[in-house]
T-cell receptor, first 111, second 113 residues
Framework: AQSVAQPEDQVNVAEGNPLTVKCTYS??????LFWYVQYPNRGLQFLLKYITGDNLVKGSYGFEAEFNKSQTSFHLKKPSALVSDSALYFCAVPRNYQLIWGAGTKLIIKP | NAGVTQTPKFRVLKTGQSMTLLCAQDMNHEYMYWYRQDPGMGLRLIHYSVGEGTTAKGEVPDGYNVSRLKKQNFLLGLESAAPSQTSVYFCASSDLAFTDTQYFGPGTRLTVL
C-alpha cells in the first residue's frame, strides 16, 4: 500500500545553515510525491511535487526536494535556512482516492 | 480571489450538540475535501467530493455528514458532537484528481466539551 513516513518529529537548524527534512515512501509503480508547509495557525500550502523526470524538484520559497528511487526517499532541502522557514512540513502520496499524509516534521530555525 | 474560506474559525460545542462547518472556494475546482488534523497524526480525510451533487467517504467518516449542493460549497455536519471530534478541521479543493495540488482553507478549531 502507498504510504509515506517522516522519521523526525522535529528538526532544529541554525539560521543560514542548510536544512533537510526527511521523507521516505512506499509506493507501487511510479510515485507522485508532495511537500506541503503549514505555518502556525494557518492552512497547508503547497511547496512542490514530483511526478516524473528530473529527480531534483524546485519549489516555492527556495525549497527543493530530491527524489531518490533506490533509497525510496524524497527529502526536502534548502541551502540556507531562514527563521521564517520555521513551520510544520508534511510529505504526502496519492493512494486510491486520497492523499496519504506523513505525520509532519516541525522545523525550528534558530537565529 | 479569496481561494478557500472556512466558517467559523473557532467553535466550542457541548457533547451532543450539532453544527455545520462551511467551506467555500472561488477557483471553480471540481474536487473538495474535508480533513481533520490531530497532533502527531498528520491529516486524515473525512469526506470528499468529486463534483457538485456527489460525496464519498474518506478514511474517518464516522460521526460526520457532508453535502455539496453547489459546486463552490462543501458543508461538513456533526449531528451529535463527541469529545473525540475535538480537532482542527481543514477544507481543501483541487482542480483535478488527488494527484493535483490541493488548496487549503485556514481551518476551524473545534472543541467539544
Amino acid at each position: 500500500a502507498q504510504s509515506v513516513a517522516q522519521p523526525e518529529d522535529q528538526v532544529n537548524v541554525a539560521e543560514g545553515n542548510p536544512l533537510t527534512v526527511k521523507c521516505t515512501y512506499s509506493v507501487s509503480g511510479n510515485p507522485y510525491l508532495f511537500w506541503y508547509v503549514q505555518y502556525p495557525n494557518r492552512g497547508l500550502q503547497f511547496l512542490l511535487k514530483y511526478i516524473t523526470g528530473d529527480n531534483l524538484v524546485k519549489g516555492s520559497y527556495g525549497f527543493e526536494a530530491e527524489f531518490n528511487k533506490s533509497q525510496t526517499s524524497f527529502h526536502l532541502k534548502k541551502p540556507s535556512a531562514l527563521v521564517s522557514d520555521s513551520a510544520l512540513y508534511f510529505c504526502a502520496v496519492p493512494r486510491n482516492y486520497q492523499l496519504i499524509w506523513g505525520a509532519g516534521t516541525k522545523l525550528i530555525i534558530k537565529p | 480571489n479569496a481561494g478557500v474560506t472556512q466558517t467559523p474559525k473557532f467553535r466550542v460545542l457541548k457533547t451532543g450538540q450539532s453544527m455545520t462547518l462551511l467551506c467555500a472556494q472561488d477557483m471553480n475546482h471540481e474536487y473538495m475535501y474535508w480533513y481533520r488534523q490531530d497532533p502527531g497524526m498528520g491529516l486524515r480525510l473525512i469526506h470528499y467530493s468529486v463534483g457538485e451533487g456527489t460525496t464519498a467517504k474518506g478514511e474517518v467518516p464516522d460521526g460526520y455528514n457532508v453535502s455539496r449542493l453547489k459546486k463552490q460549497n462543501f458543508l461538513l455536519g456533526l449531528e451529535s458532537a463527541a469529545p473525540s471530534q475535538t480537532s482542527v478541521y481543514f477544507c481543501a479543493s483541487s482542480d483535478l484528481a488527488f494527484t493535483d495540488t490541493q488548496y487549503f482553507g485556514p481551518g476551524t478549531r473545534l472543541t467539544v466539551l
